[in-house]
């Protein structure tokens, strides 16, 4: 038996040996097989300016695939690349100039990464190259920018400008410049994260096919599909109070919908180090850890991982789920430093104050701030305020943050108007009981001391879960009178 054995380990180090001198001879780096399967990488990213010219330089370890299009409301050019990883130096940050006011990027979905150029004025895009690797100059990916007038760039949008594949029908465009602007003063993107850099995130995802948000360490999480593309811009239909009634009955067990603020190319705020899409992400699963212990609710995330999920499909993910509870999860940041606290917020039409209505309003450019086309979102919108004539969700909504800023009291410095509303997006659900809850302020020292700590985190979740808990005690007693 033993020699057998020492035969085998034998047989087995050959085989390791053979195949690190085949991934040799075959030039796949370090020898490794799994090598040959590793996604290109972004290294650096730069803006050069000249006159009538601003152009994005992207260096890369290898050729990708690439599409460029153009966004309107604001002017916007993405560039979507076959997913790659992102190996910004850390420290490196991207400030405006010549046409691009600001840079972010990120991967957008599985096998699509995403880069959002926000424009400082109307700009065409002249042309985009592949240049090939030099002795002295990595691979890089050219995106020239000129300056146009505002009806000009809007014969852009609702087309591909520029793909690898050759699928683009641009308008014609000046000559190719073949070599970088002068970039004395080139600066890397990075949207405020410290180390090495992943990107300005992470983004979206739209496609069914790509993303289900799933919850699998326990058997009453539950996977939600993301809708199609096609369904974004369209409401389903508002269930009937007695076929609502009817489809819920068939779970005994209520189900809970968290929402982690931001993610993927949204950072949401950025503190000292710290982005707000890593502090909700690490409390929605440590709340959906304390529900399930429980063993009273189902629980699923919206997202739980680095992702962007449009506004619109965290509430349709909770409709189309019939959940019973929807709660979305942020830590904001204030002009003060001084200020600390969280609060409690559900939707109103008009806001309770005009901290309340401009908080609002920055959390609904989520979705700018993640490239995504807004066109058809009023569709959206007007479907949904009809349906707020819906006084009962309204109310639970309001009876549940009531609930809520009570266990939270208890061991969470609150603001002194706890309770606020305001026009958020995320929470038009007409049918879902809806709340957002803002933890506290990632500048304020002390609040992100705290919001970044996994005790004070796990504390919250147990806060947010007793009111939970309460408020289903609250319902099944009026089902029982």
């Known amino acids: 038996m033993r020699k057998s054995l020492t035969f085998m380990s034998l047989l087995r180090v050959s085989f390791l040996l053979l195949a690190g001198l085949l991934g040799t001879a075959l030039g796949l780096p370090g020898g490794g ?14 803006l050069g300016v000249e006159t009538d010219l601003t152009r994005v330089v992207l260096d890369l370890t290898a050729e990708t695939g690439f599409k460029v299009f153009a966004l309107a409301d604001p002017f916007r050019v993405v560039i979507d690349l076959d997913e790659v990883e992102w190996q910004i130096p850390a420290g490196r940050k991207l400030q405006g100039r010549g046409l691009v006011a600001a840079m972010r ?24 190259t592949m240049v090939e690797k030099t002795e002295s100059l990595p691979r890089r990916l ?14 852009q949008i609702r087309r591909t400008l520029f793909a690898s594949d050759g699928t683009a029908a641009p308008a014609p465009v000046a000559e190719l410049v073949q070599e970088p602007p002068v970039a004395a003063e080139e600066q890397a993107p990075k949207p405020g994260d410290a180390g090495t850099a992943k990107g ?180 959206v919108v007007t479907g949904i305020l009809i349906d707020l004539a819906q006084r009962e969700t309204t109310n639970l909504s309001a009876r549940f943050a009531k609930m809520l800023v009570k266990s939270l009291k208890k061991d969470t410095l609150m603001l002194e108007q706890s309770h606020r509303f305001a026009g958020f997006a995320v929470l038009k659900a007409p049918d879902v009981p809806s709340i957002l809850l803002e933890m506290g302020y990632i500048s304020s020292v002390k609040d992100q001391q705290l919001l970044t700590s996994k005790s004070y985190q796990k504390g919250l979740a147990k806060a947010i879960s007793r009111a939970i808990q309460s408020y289903f005690d609250w319902q099944d007693s009026i089902k029982r009178t």
């Not at 880069?115 to 400082?120: C, E, F, N, T, Y």
């Open 142 to 155: 050219l995106i020239d920018l000129k300056p146009t007038d505002d009806v000009a760039f809007m014969g």
């Open 200 to 379: 300005g995130a992470i983004s979206a995802d739209p496609d069914p096919l790509a993303a289900t948000v799933s919850a699998k360490s326990a058997d009453d999480s539950v996977e939600v599909p993301v809708p199609e593309a096609a369904e974004q811009a369209m409401l389903v239909p508002t269930l009937k109070p007695s076929d609502q009634g009817l489809k819920k009955q068939a779970h005994k067990k209520p189900l809970i919908v968290i929402d982690p603020g931001h993610g993927g190319i949204d950072p949401g705020a950025v503190g000292n180090g710290t982005m707000e899409k890593s502090i909700t992400l690490a409390v929605a699963k440590a709340l959906k850890k304390e529900l399930l212990a429980t063993g009273r609710f189902r629980v699923a995330l919206t997202r739980d991982k680095d992702v962007y999920v449009p506004l619109r499909d965290r509430f349709k993910l909770a409709r189309d789920g019939e959940a019973d509870l929807f709660i979305s999860l942020h830590a904001d940041a204030h002009a003060n430093s001084k200020t600390r606290g969280a609060s409690v917020y559900t939707l109103s039409e008009t806001a309770s104050d005009s901290e309340a209505e401009a908080l609002a309003a920055k959390e609904n450019k989520s979705d700018v701030i993640a490239g995504v086309d807004l066109s058809n979102e009023s569709k």
């Open 33 to 46: 097989i799994s090598a040959a399967s590793a996604k290109p990488a972004v290294t650096d990213a730069k």
């Open 105 to 128: 990027y990120g991967l957008f979905k599985v096998g699509t990464s995403r880069i959002v150029l926000d424009l400082a004025a109307p700009a065409r895009v002249a042309q985009v």
